[in-house]
């Protein structure tokens, strides 16, 4: 509050000092008044008792009637007051004008009451007494500030020299002169002196044909002086006031020093009379009016920078208490409007400020009305809590700021907050503990929730994986069948493009070996006829030409298998059956050394199929195993169910297939007999067949231990 | 037993030169009939059905097989027997020919002189 103290310092001082000038200024002013005023009612009262003891032995009695028509005047105070005074003294006057020259009356300011007189000749008496005079004095009075009258009289001009004394005031009562026709002007100053009226004069003889010296005289050496001259030219701006008949009043300036003069012009006996009296210039009384409206300029100008000045200070200081409230009450709103708890306590764990959120959770959790100074731990229903909060909040009394989380079990779940404790400094001292609580209640069961989102997760994945790993197996199993089936179906193409090649071979080669064979036989025979004895001769020719044309029918037929279509697979062909006729074919062709171990199942084993081909095929593989025994060996036959399906092993204790002819033993025109023992078609035909049955063929073999052959249909 | 050359036997083919083998094979033996097409083999059946025993026939000819032939000829003369012989092997026509006993029997080419001269004793041997 520095700046607010200070402002308020400055006003102080501001006020002070205007209050002292304004004291100032009314007590210079009224007392400067006050001597002005009080000089001139001095110097009045001084006059009028020079003129009155002057005369009191020879004019008591005109003394006496004149005071108490003077204080009979007194009397009219009414609105008329001045015409009723007028009426009386003229008519109060008339009864003396036979014996007086001249008097008039004017009360103690000064103020010419009325006036009448004759002078030391007749023109001049009836001048003062002609009734435009007395109006015309009183208007001087008025328009020139004036006052003219003094109570004077005339005496008898042979006796001795009555002085006409004619003291000259403004309107304020204020002797400005005293107009007198004394001609010992020495006497009369000695006189004024003995009443102690020091005057400063300045004496001039006029020049007149009367024989008289007029006086004036100034009160003060400054402001008053005379001038008797009769040449204009001495001063300047000349301005006529007033004509009195033969006096005129004028205003004008003195050549000489500047100063404001008032003049007074008459013609007396022809010859113009100039009366000079210098107007004071711009007396006291205008100097004091002039200072007096500097100064009240002044008062005001300061008043009123003053005021702005105040105005200002004031402006600024509420501008500043504005701000300071708009920021209160932003923190207040703050404070409030925060969903977060806030607690002040202080250093006696006592609460000091609480907002909204703190006490709306205080009430729905513990029922408690928080009030400032309450001691909030001691009113909480959980002990344990409590404890822990006052522990907290000593420690940070000690100094200690720290975050810690909390459990606040409730009538239904746990809340969960987190507090943040700061401790409250003034200067270097711990006086207090401020406390902001955030509820994360919500926070935390998010984090829960969260948990259990990813614990699923996890688990979904793991699914998912073990879903994925089982697909792809799957995937790589059905990967292996169609490689498989590829290969086999390749393996298809194969016979089958041969199929079609032998379909049309088949009638293209047939035609033209039955010309040969059966051509060559007839001309044989046609030879024979012509030549009988010759035919042991031609039969080397026929045997070799008929040799020749049954080799080529054979293979011819033998590929012509593949002409056929699926077709008729299906007779019921009991397997063992077909084994057994196999081997009855071969019976003849079996080399006594080579043994026959049959090894059949307990079970019958039928397919469907073709009868003829399964025999086709498996005397095939008779065939083979027979001929890759040399001398001794064995050959073992065993057939089996396994899962629905017959299986017979061929085995054999021959030579067995080299590795690297295994992958072409079923390659047509594969042989490894000599050029026409094995037309390669054999094993080409048994693949063929089993496959066309739709089943499966294996061979293993050992080169030197023998082969096995495993049929699956 | 019937006189051998009193077996007529009618072979058609459409390669002249199988006609000219069977003939050549046979004919000491028998009576050979050709015809080196279908519509040829009626006409001759038509003119020598009385004496016909055997109708030998390729399968593999142009405008009519040897099927249809057949067909045509047993739905005339039953009382004929009829072979088929082919340069294909065995197949479904001949399989259903075979089935349906439009043909005893069927020969591969090039054929077997003594098969075929047993086929035709046994029809004569039928028919007589």
């Known amino acids: 509050m520095k700046s607010g103290q200070k402002q308020t310092v400055l006003r102080n001082i501001f006020l002070s000092v205007f ?18 005023e009080h000089d001139r009612v001095k110097d009045l009262k001084y006059i009028s008792a020079v003129i009155s003891s002057y005369y009191e032995l020879s004019f008591k009695q005109w003394e006496l009637t004149l005071l108490s028509v003077g204080s009979r005047l007194t009397e009219f105070n009414g609105e008329n007051a001045a015409v009723e005074r007028l009426n009386f003294a003229e008519k109060a006057l008339k009864d003396y004008s036979q014996q007086l020259l001249a008097f008039g009356f004017a009360d103690t300011s000064g103020q010419v ?188 100008i300061i008043s009123i920078g003053l005021a702005l000045l105040i105005n200002y200070f004031k402006r600024k200081q509420n501008e500043y208490l504005i701000e300071l409230e708009t920021e209160r009450a932003n923190l207040k709103s703050l404070f409030e409007s925060t969903n977060s708890i806030i607690g002040l306590f202080d250093s006696n764990q006592r609460l000091i400020q609480f907002n909204r959120s703190f006490a709306e959770y ?59 404790y700061n401790p409250i400094y003034q200067g270097q001292e711990v006086v207090g503990v401020s406390m902001f609580v955030e509820d994360i209640t919500a926070l935390k069961n998010s984090q829960k929730k969260l948990e259990e989102y990813n614990q699923k997760l996890e688990e979904m994945v793991a699914e998912r994986t073990h879903q994925i790993e089982l697909k792809n197996n799957d995937l790589e199993k059905t990967l292996l069948t169609l490689k498989e089936t590829q290969e086999q179906l390749i393996q298809s193409e194969k016979m089958a493009s041969l199929g079609v090649m032998s379909a049309g071979i088949g009638h293209e080669i047939n035609n033209p070996l039955n010309f040969i064979k059966n051509g060559a036989l007839a001309m044989v025979d046609a030879l024979e006829r012509k030549f009988p004895d010759s035919k042991p001769e031609f039969k080397p020719y026929i045997d070799i030409i008929e040799d020749g044309v049954n080799r080529a029918a054979n293979i011819v037929k033998s590929l012509s298998h593949f002409s056929r279509k699926g077709g008729a697979l299906d007779e019921s062909c009991n397997i063992h059956e077909i084994l057994d006729n196999c081997l009855t ?59 629905g399906k017959a299986v017979i092993a061929i085995k054999d204790t021959g030579c067995g297939i080299p590795e690297s002819n295994l992958s072409k033993i079923a390659d ?32 293993y073999s050992k080169q030197n231990l023998g082969t096995e052959i495993t049929v699956t249909l | 037993m019937a006189d051998k050359r009193a077996i007529t036997v009618l072979y058609v083919d459409d390669e002249e030169a199988n006609l000219f083998l069977f ?47 057949i067909k045509r000829a047993k739905h005339e003369y039953q009382n004929i027997v009829y072979y088929i012989l082919t340069g294909f092997d065995y197949n479904d026509q001949i399989d259903s020919a ?31």
Request: proline content about 3%.
């Open chain 1, 585 to 643: 074919i071969l019976g003849n062709k079996l080399k006594t050394h080579i043994q026959i171990e049959k090894n059949y199942s307990a079970d019958p084993l039928v397919v469907r199929g073709s009868e003829g081909k399964l025999h086709q095929a498996f005397l095939n593989i008779l065939t083979n195993a027979e001929q890759s025994i040399e001398s001794e060996g064995i050959i073992t036959i065993k057939t089996e169910k396994i899962d």
């Open chain 1, 362 to 420: 205080a009430k729905n959790t513990d029922g408690i009305e928080l009030y400032v100074g309450m001691d909030v731990m001691s009113h909480m229903k959980n002990s344990e809590i409590a404890a822990k909060f006052r522990d907290n909040q000593s420690r940070v009394l000690k100094g200690e700021k720290f975050r810690e989380t909390l459990e606040y079990p409730t009538d239904n779940d746990s809340l969960f907050f987190m507090f943040s």
């Open chain 1, 19 to 36: 209050i002292t000038i304004t004291i100032f200024t009314i007590g210079i002013s009224y007392w400067i008044y006050k001597d002005v």
């Open chain 2, 23 to 69: 003939k050549v094979t046979f004919q000491n033996k028998y009576k050979v009939i050709t015809a080196n097409s279908a519509t040829v083999g009626l006409a001759e059946l038509q003119n020598h059905h009385n004496e016909i025993i055997v109708v030998i026939s390729d399968m593999n000819m142009p405008q009519m097989n040897g099927i249809e032939f």
């Open chain 2, 98 to 128: 075979l089935k349906s006993n439009l043909i005893q029997k069927f020969f591969t080419k090039p054929f077997n002189a003594s098969e075929i001269e047993a086929a035709i004793e046994q029809a004569a041997k039928s028919s007589s």
């Open chain 1, 113 to 300: 009451i009325t006036f009448t007189g004759m002078g030391i000749n007749d023109s001049l008496p009836n001048l003062m007494a002609s009734k435009n005079s007395r109006r015309s004095f009183l208007k001087v009075k008025e328009v020139d500030h004036l006052v003219i009258g003094e109570v004077y009289f005339f005496q008898n001009v042979n006796d001795w020299i009555i002085p006409v004394r004619v003291p000259i005031r403004d309107n304020n009562g204020q002797l400005l002169a005293v107009n007198t026709s004394a001609i010992n002007y020495h006497s009369l100053l000695n006189e004024l002196k003995t009443f102690g009226i020091d005057v400063n004069y300045r004496v001039h003889l006029i020049n007149s044909s009367f024989n008289t010296t007029q006086l004036l005289y100034p009160l003060d050496s400054n402001l008053y002086y005379q001038y008797l001259q009769q040449s204009a030219e001495i001063y300047e701006d000349y301005s006529s006031l007033l004509k009195l008949g033969n006096i005129e009043y004028f205003s004008a300036k003195s050549k000489l020093d500047g100063q404001s003069i008032l003049g007074l012009k008459t013609d007396l006996q022809g010859l113009d009379h100039h009366l000079i009296i210098a107007l004071p210039s711009q007396l006291i009384f205008q100097n004091f009016w002039s200072s007096f409206q500097i100064i009240l300029l002044a008062y005001v």
């Open chain 1, 668 to 699: 047509p025109f594969f042989t490894t007999k000599p050029p026409g023992i094995g037309t390669g078609l054999g094993l080409f035909i048994t693949f063929a067949i089993i496959d066309e049955h739709k089943g499966k063929i294996n061979v």
